[in-house]
């Protein structure tokens, strides 16, 4: 049963959410999906990764990211090598418009991060930010309880 408290809560989390997704839909011009962005963010924070690894860190199956992996390389996005070693290895790495739609992303958030700075005080901000914490662990807990 649905409180008007759980009602309004849910109404506003949907706001925000379509507003944080237009917004990110502007600067996604090659309209990459979320899993394709996680594969560009992993590489973009680990470096150059095999396939394997990728899906390991991910979670997802190996197929899954050689599929993502396809499409992101099609888009030129990523490179893939031959390893030093096993040639047989495929190395992916970051091209320079893979890192370009990343700073893109990063430029984005930190504008919408300034834009929510003028509109809530220091006190609001530390608490958004625990309160979007603390909502962003539950449901990535819930998450994983669920597969």
Not at 78 to 99: F, M, N, P, V, W
Request: glycine residues 4%.
């Amino acid at each position: 049963m649905q409180t008007d408290q759980t009602g309004g809560l849910e109404n506003a989390l949907s706001h925000l959410q379509c507003v944080l997704v237009a917004r990110r839909a502007r600067i996604n011009p090659e309209q990459i999906t979320w899993a394709q962005y996680d594969v560009l963010e992993i590489l973009r924070i680990r470096g150059p990764l095999m396939p394997s690894a990728i899906s390991e860190a991910l979670g997802m199956s190996r197929s899954a990211a050689s599929k993502i992996l396809r499409v992101l390389k099609d888009k030129h996005l990523i490179e893939q090598t031959a390893g030093k070693e096993d040639r047989r290895e495929q190395i992916t790495s970051l091209t320079r418009s893979g890192r370009e739609l990343l700073d893109r992303a990063a430029e984005s958030r930190r504008e919408a991060a300034e834009l929510a700075a003028e509109v809530l005080t220091p006190g609001e901000q530390s608490i958004f930010a625990e309160l979007c914490e603390k909502v962003a662990a539950a449901l990535s807990d819930s998450h994983l309880k669920s597969v």
